[in-house]
């Protein structure tokens, strides 16, 4: 069964910090894993996806397929980064995908 | 790029009505739309899997009488709660994916039922 785990509700740095969002996930077979952020107010947006292995807004997440995880990194967080994260998983194009229960991220000043 | 407009936004409607919600997409043909539910400072649990042509794909527990779902298009599948009751009231949302740009949300409907 898919499944996305995020052991964080609520994780809370101070300006400046790294960061890290936690994600693991079970899957049977080679799954496509995301990373969406829901800034306050705004509609779900995707940040990242593990097949493209790129950087946005200074976030990246490497796919560790013996850990099954996809953590989300950044070395130095914004304010603006504040938000609420969601890991999720698919099975490929045309099959649903599985969100994880999110992970509010609150960058202190 | 990608789009998915949904519509409406919000909406009230008084108990025992149906309410219908739009998803389409506007540049771009989907053959696969999702439905979503959010509660609460809750995640958002996928209801259906909405299928062009064909029957949609409801998840387990979900009431298939309750949350009808038609995908009579390309670019367009409706959700509509028959006799909507409070305990309906919820953040909709849908989705769809487009090759090459991985999944893109709409911005949600908020269904108050009173």
């Known amino acids: 069964a898919q499944r996305v785990t995020q052991p964080e509700k609520l994780l809370s740095v101070f300006k400046g910090a790294p960061v890290e969002l936690k994600c693991n996930y079970s899957?049977?077979?080679?799954?496509?894993l995301f990373w969406y952020v829901q800034y306050s107010r705004q509609r779900l947006q995707l940040l990242l996806r593990h097949i493209s292995r790129e950087s946005i807004k200074g976030f990246t997440a490497d796919l560790n397929k013996g850990e099954t995880s996809f953590h989300l990194k950044k070395p130095f967080a914004q304010e603006e980064d504040s938000a609420m994260y969601y890991c999720a998983l698919s099975g490929g194009y045309g099959q649903n995908f599985v969100f994880g229960p999110g992970t509010r991220l609150s960058v202190l000043p | 790029g990608a789009v998915v407009s949904q519509h409406p936004s919000w909406v009230i409607c008084k108990s025992g009505t149906s309410v219908k919600i739009e998803c389409r997409s506007l540049d771009f043909q989907a053959t696969t739309m999702f439905w979503y539910r959010q509660f609460p400072k809750q995640s958002l649990m996928l209801m259906a899997t909405s299928n062009e042509g064909s029957k949609a794909t409801y998840e387990q527990g979900v009431e298939k009488d309750k949350f009808l779902i038609n995908h009579a298009s390309l670019t367009l599948s409706t959700l509509t709660v028959t006799s909507a009751h409070p305990e309906d009231s919820s953040f909709y949302i849908c989705s769809a994916r487009r090759q090459g740009y991985g999944y893109t949300f709409g911005s949600g409907t908020r269904l108050t039922v009173v």
């Open positions: 899957y049977s077979g080679s799954p496509e």
